[in-house]
């Protein structure tokens, strides 16, 4: 780890002041930038230490939903009686990913903004356009089992990593930022970037801004929903794909729809188009294979990650049948039924 | 548990890159006073500032549990945690041991033969006081996936869930003599 200096912000314009360093970064849950840090990876003039901040709490909002404050760590998050009730998709997508430890630890705005886990992006002695931009990306003609199938560019396929993040998008929720310029809110679906030509830059928010927190709208998806997560060992590990699905069921048709995958692209990957597509559609395994295609329509594997098209497609069918039949995936009893 | 009054403080307070900077760590019960640098983890300090070493550092990367540490009761990750960041109550296997006697987990460790080399054991433990805190485990399979953080390269799996079925088993027994 490189030597930083160590600052504590008083409250939220403080830590904005202090952002004006270009070296300086923001720690809360610190779970994934130390280890960056380790790694050399990032490498800090300065820490801003904000978990002293008045963001823990969750909140009713005036339309009905609720609003997570960005210090609120992943683990209360997913036990709080009103997610736990209202918004299960969130908690069981929660549950899904890291250990207790890091649940402990990680919150709700750095969740969102975590690296991706491309070993090429964590290996220094490597080139990694997302790293060290223009260095090119050994990736796509190398390793790349764990990386993405949907919205790549010719400068990387890495994906984001996050559980949470892929139940934030079906649900809609908005992402409440402060800056130089004041409090703005962003939907989720423009939070995340796809790489494009610039890699290097995962997120939209902008670097004197600080996440204060994350609203949900009220519709939470209780009755039907599922997050399904395959991975390569059953717990404590990243997702190969996982897939976030709330539907609202009304005899035997699909009503709403949301649909959502992780660990396929550089961002959570929600399909309107597909979403559109179950819409009004009878909730059969037919309906689900339409939109599994749909979703894949465009999807892209790179030697090792072509199982992925294939996993995504059987997943979200799987998923889907969850949602619809009101038994979501339990995150203990690993059997996917 | 009540924030201790150096958080408050050490509010504003700002450390430069060379320095290092006087840091009070509350460890198993006691107040210490260190002078560290601002990059030293919780698990560096424990192990070479404080000569507690049962706290281990297996990957230093927060991907085998080795180093779990409870800060107020929560089990976290002493190798991810900056020391000038630990504010709460930190206990250490060290502080389990209460007047000479064994806490239930470390007894029920020994009891279930829940180890070979013992390197994992104490962030195994500890994982394990932070997994009944939490109350969130309530069969086998939720006993194993909440202890997914803690990796075990013997392969101890079988008698480490024993010994905390049984721990969380006698535990439930004796609420319920009180509720009688």
């Known amino acids: 780890m490189n030597n930083f200096a160590y600052t504590r912000a008083t409250d939220v314009a403080d830590a904005v002041r202090l952002a004006a360093d270009a070296g300086a970064k923001f720690v809360a849950g610190g779970t994934n930038l130390i280890d960056l840090m380790k790694e050399d990876v990032v490498r800090p003039s300065r820490l801003i230490d904000i978990t002293h901040l008045p963001l823990d709490k969750v909140e009713d909002t005036a339309d009905g939903g609720l609003r997570i404050g960005a210090l609120v760590r992943n683990s209360d998050l997913a036990y709080h009686p009103q997610i736990e009730t209202r918004y299960p998709l969130l908690a069981s997508a929660i549950l899904a990913g890291a250990s207790p430890q890091l649940r402990n630890m990680a919150t709700t705005g750095g969740n969102l903004l975590q690296r991706t886990r491309c070993f090429y992006f964590y290996d220094t002695t490597t080139p990694c356009n997302k790293r060290a931009p223009g260095s090119g990306c050994p990736a796509i003609a190398g390793i790349n089992r764990m990386h993405a199938i949907l919205g790549t560019s010719e400068q990387c396929i890495a994906v984001h990593p996050s559980d949470m993040c892929v139940a934030l998008a079906a649900l809609d929720a908005r992402v409440l930022a402060t800056g130089r310029d004041g409090p703005r809110s962003i939907a989720f679906a423009d939070f995340h970037r796809l790489p494009g030509d610039r890699p290097d830059i995962d997120t939209n928010l902008r670097a004197d801004e600080i996440i204060t927190a994350i609203e949900l709208p009220a519709k939470g998806f209780a009755k039907n929903y599922t997050y399904l997560k395959i991975r390569d060992r059953l717990s404590y590990a990243f997702a190969l794909v996982s897939i976030a699905v709330g539907l609202v069921i009304e005899g035997g048709t699909i009503r709403e729809s949301r649909l959502a995958l992780g660990a396929v692209a550089h961002k959570p990957w929600r399909d309107r188009a597909a979403e559109a597509q179950l819409t009004g559609a009878p909730a059969t395994p037919e309906s689900f294979a339409r939109a599994a295609d749909s979703v894949l329509r465009d999807a892209r594997g790179y030697g090792h990650n072509d199982f992925k098209i294939d996993l995504a497609r059987r997943g979200i069918v799987r998923a889907l049948a969850q949602a619809a039949r009101g038994t979501p995936q339990s995150q203990s009893d690993k059997r996917i039924k | ?180």
């Open chain 2, 1 to 180: 548990m009540a924030q201790p009054a150096s958080a408050e403080r050490r509010r504003g307070e700002q450390f430069p890159a060379s320095a290092k900077t006087t840091v009070t760590l509350h460890i198993n019960g006691v107040d210490r006073n260190l002078a560290l640098a601002p990059w030293t983890t919780l698990l560096d300090a424990l192990r070479l500032h404080l000569d507690l070493t049962g706290t281990k550092k297996g990957c230093d990367h927060g991907q085998c549990g080795a180093c779990t540490v409870l800060i107020d009761g929560r089990r976290v990750l002493s190798c991810l945690t900056l020391a000038v960041m630990a504010d709460g109550a930190v206990t250490t296997i060290e502080g389990l041991v209460q007047e000479g006697t064994l806490h239930p987990l470390q007894q029920a460790f020994i009891d279930h033969d829940a180890f070979q080399c013992g390197y994992c054991t104490p962030g195994q433990i500890c994982s394990a006081v932070g997994l009944i805190n939490e109350g969130k485990a309530h069969s086998a399979d939720e006993i194993r996936e909440l202890m997914s953080g803690n990796i075990c390269r013997c392969g101890a799996y079988p008698n480490i869930l024993a010994s905390i079925e049984e721990v969380m088993a006698k535990a439930a027994a004796r609420s319920g003599d009180k509720g009688r």
